[in-house]
């Protein structure tokens, strides 16, 4: 079980100590080091303040409206953005692309008439842009846009696609004008296309609003979104402090930024940490440590002398956490095979879609799946990924020797965690869980040596996803499909 604090380290103290001289204050807390109850200690050390803690998602947020003292206001970003108003849109019925793209009427917004337009493909084939391939794209660039701080979309939002990296402009030119009227009509009360969270965040943070209270508290600050955090530095009568781990910022895939960064460099305020893990002993803290020194953080954890942690290999996890979501589908095909109850985090839904595009490409259909519409094949799917993609190798793999059908099939055989004998979960999933035993699963691949320079360089955002999926276990560790990690030279951005 996960240990209370209950009396104060030297470093909690520091941070009370920095809250009551009225400092803006960053600290960085290391996993497991009681960042949630050093908050609660700054919130009881105060009564007489109003307190808004921003919390990284709906769950945590009703967890601290419980466990925070009653001076504390408890809300995600987009609870103090939301306005009755929105509830009846937000309830619609869900919208597909194509229903969307009708909707808008794509066609007209662009002036086509007649044929579809195309565009070359990486491979030299003609990609057919139909108007819901168009509508995917500008709904993708609409919400890369409202994850940023800017105040009008612009062609840096336009995603970048796989198989399409040559046709870049004729890309943008016929996604950017569709993103900019959706935009315009999803500000609209009768908006013919469906709103979402992100969307009323975006409409709220441009309306610059101020926050009715004396302490900001943000949490898990290393993810916010530009957005979120564009707002809570606008809070100039507040007294912010940013919680979170700069090691553990996963999602800027997503938008997503390290506020506690921007917190010190625009606010110019001191900078603390939290390095005693309280959810394991040494040797898993030794192993974290190890991703700290790769990643350049600015702790290095101690571990619970009172835990008992170990590090080996282990036949029956608690939990397996993979790199991607097709390595989830392989460790889930398994263990179903074996005859075990199986629970997935986040649900089989991920999944089913990726196999469910994967079946309309064998059946030369297209597919508007964010990883999959560039291709016009399922064959093109398969040179693409022997010859430049890790991650789509795997799952052609797994297409290829299981089948789409056999893959749902899958997905519908899980169950609640409750019920499982074995929990799998991507790395960026199990963010903010634990398990007492956890085995890290073999997608997480070594970087190939540099042609050139015979440099083994890895992205610093895969070691932060390493670093996060070792510090989910609290007893026992398996990382032994980590052990790359002692030969990589250096990390890129």
């Not at 709904?139 to 701080?149: E, K, W």
């Not at 090691?247 to 997503?256: D, E, L, T, V």
Request: with cysteine; aromatic share 6%; glycine share 8%.
């Amino acid at each position: 079980m996960h240990t209370t604090v209950v009396n104060p380290t030297h470093e909690q103290t520091e941070a009370i100590d920095a809250y009551g001289d009225g400092l803006d204050l960053v600290l960085q807390a290391g996993a497991g080091c009681g960042k949630s109850s050093t908050l609660k200690m700054i919130a009881r050390s105060d009564r007489r303040r109003r307190m808004t803690y921003v919390a990284y998602n709906s769950s945590i947020a009703a967890d601290a409206r419980r466990s925070f003292p009653s001076n504390v206001t408890s809300k995600t970003g987009h609870g103090l953005a939301f306005d009755p108003r929105y509830g009846a849109r937000l309830q619609r019925p869900r919208q597909t692309a194509h229903q969307a793209a009708q909707a808008l009427d794509v066609r007209s917004i662009l002036g086509i008439i007649g044929s579809t337009p195309s565009v070359m493909t990486d491979r030299n084939g003609l990609k057919p842009m139909t108007s819901k391939i168009i509508m995917r794209m500008a709904l993708d660039t609409v919400d890369r846009f409202c994850h940023s701080a800017d105040p009008e979309i612009i062609q840096k939002h336009v995603p970048h696609f796989d198989g399409l990296k040559k046709a870049r402009g004729e890309v943008v030119k016929l996604v950017l004008p569709v993103a900019r009227a959706a935009w315009e009509d999803l500000q609209s009360d009768d908006s013919v296309l469906n709103l979402s969270h992100d969307h009323y965040l975006k409409m709220w943070a441009l309306s610059e609003p101020k926050i009715p209270t004396d302490v900001v508290l943000l949490d898990e600050a290393q993810d916010t979104n530009d957005v979120l955090s564009a707002v809570l530095l606008a809070q100039e009568h507040a007294q912010r402090i940013a919680v979170g781990d700069s090691a553990q910022q996963i999602y800027s895939w997503r938008g997503a930024n390290d506020a506690l960064a921007g917190f010190v460099r625009q606010l110019g305020c001191p900078e603390l940490t939290l390095s005693q893990s309280f959810r394991f002993g040494p040797a898993i803290a030794d192993r974290a440590n190890e991703w700290l020194r790769l990643v350049g953080g600015p702790l290095r954890l101690t571990g619970w002398e009172a835990a008992e942690s170990t590090v080996g290999q282990l036949d029956a996890p608690d939990a397996i956490l993979t790199r991607t979501n097709a390595g989830a589908m392989g460790v889930v095909l398994e263990a179903l095979g074996e005859g075990r109850k199986v629970a997935l985090v986040g649900g089989g839904s991920a999944i089913k879609q990726l196999a469910w595009a994967a079946e309309s490409l064998q059946g030369g259909r297209p597919t508007d799946h964010p990883e999959l519409m560039a291709f016009v094949s399922w064959d093109d799917v398969r040179q693409y990924a022997a010859e430049e993609d890790g991650s789509l190798e795997v799952l052609v793999k797994l297409v290829d020797e299981h089948g789409p059908g056999r893959i749902v099939a899958a997905a519908d055989g899980l169950v609640s965690e409750t019920q499982a004998e074995l929990v799998v979960s991507t790395a960026h999933r199990s963010k903010g869980r634990e398990w007492p035993s956890v085995r890290i699963h073999g997608d997480f691949r070594a970087p190939k040596p540099d042609r050139k320079t015979r440099l083994v360089i890895l992205p610093r955002e895969e070691a932060r996803l390493a670093y996060v999926a070792v510090t989910r276990a609290r007893e026992q560790l398996d990382d032994t499909a980590l052990a790359w990690v002692r030969d990589v030279t250096a990390v890129s951005e």
